[in-house]
């Protein structure tokens, strides 16, 4: 099915209960390491994964968050505008981050996955209030062989303690139950806290904390983060993404200087091996670009081992997301 007609099939369909397969043209690329860009990298060098990215197209989805209010990100972003960027940076693969909590935007991602190879992973998104209804959906969403993942943006719930509500629990053991990792937009100090409880709860879950869980560095603070991030930490099963730090220090003057701390903790909380660059690109455009982000991790990852960086930049996303 041609992605026009699978957008106007369920643009007619407003959120069916289950979609049916035959929204996605299911397609397996080849599996290589080698770079999507010809004489980009060679194919033994290692991989490069932007490990946290969005899409948006206002005509086709509804995000409840994004209105005129957004400024810059009010408009349709597409994977043409990130192509040049990523190019640039010599990024192999991506990881597609869901923007909004509703089917239309997980089958838009599958389907953008579907045309552009770069896109080696898509982290969607259940109703983890509905176990039952979130089941159904993993039945179909896992047969997609890139689909890889689940987000809420719990941080936009009016309740702080969104996430270790007894239905959303039982909603978590459901992803365990068929291995999809979560990832958590836990923005400190309201969500970081709960991970160790969900870990508890729901032992065989992994969760992937985004953003560094969001930590104080405009205000250049790190004591009660740094003792959540090390709590989250202490759990196998817990990874986390230095993405999302260039909006979390002054949008006008930050620095490679202010995110450095951050990173280094968490390098030494986590181990680079459970820790993964991502771009959050376009949010990042808010407070810089593309190239800036990249090159600012790059710059703070200076003196660590080729092994470390290697794992940030890619290997540990190519084997959470199994890239």
């Not at 949008?251 to 990173?263: F, G, S």
Request: glycine share 6%.
């Amino acid at each position: 099915m041609g992605e026009g007609t699978a957008f106007a099939h369920h643009q007619s369909v407003k959120a069916p209960p289950v979609p049916s397969l035959e929204l996605f043209r299911v397609w397996y690329p080849a599996v290589e390491r080698r770079s999507s860009y010809p004489n980009q990298v060679d194919i033994m060098s290692p991989i490069r994964i932007d490990a946290h990215q969005h899409f948006w197209n206002l005509a086709k989805v509804d995000y409840p968050w994004l209105g005129p209010e957004a400024g810059p990100l009010y408009r349709t972003f597409e994977p043409a505008e990130l192509v040049p960027q990523l190019k640039a940076a010599g990024i192999d693969k991506t990881v597609l981050v869901q923007s909004a909590n509703n089917t239309e935007d997980t089958i838009s991602m599958l389907t953008q996955a579907e045309d552009y190879d770069w896109i080696g992973a898509v982290v969607g998104w259940v109703p983890l209030l509905d176990p039952d209804r979130a089941g159904r959906l993993l039945e179909r969403y896992t047969r997609h062989p890139k689909f890889r993942g689940v987000r809420h943006l719990i941080h936009n719930e009016p309740d702080p303690d969104w996430l270790i509500q007894p239905r959303v629990v039982e909603g978590l053991k459901v992803l365990a139950s068929f291995g999809v990792p979560f990832d958590v937009v836990a923005v400190y100090p309201d969500h970081l806290k709960h991970v160790p409880a969900v870990m508890e709860r729901v032992p065989g879950l992994t969760v992937i904390i985004d953003h560094l869980a969001k930590p104080p560095i405009k205000h250049k603070q790190m004591g009660g983060w740094a003792d959540q991030m090390a709590a989250a930490a202490r759990y196998p099963g817990v990874y986390a993404k230095v993405s999302g730090l260039n909006t979390a220090a002054d949008w006008n003057a930050w620095t490679v200087d202010d995110l450095k701390p951050y990173i280094d903790f968490a390098v030494a909380a986590f181990g680079a091996d459970r820790l993964m660059f991502g771009s959050d690109w376009p949010v990042c455009t808010l407070a810089g670009d593309y190239a800036r982000v990249w090159q600012a991790t790059i710059a703070a990852l200076h003196g660590y081992s080729q092994a470390e960086v290697d794992a940030v930049f890619g290997e540990t996303a190519r084997r959470v997301y199994r890239i």
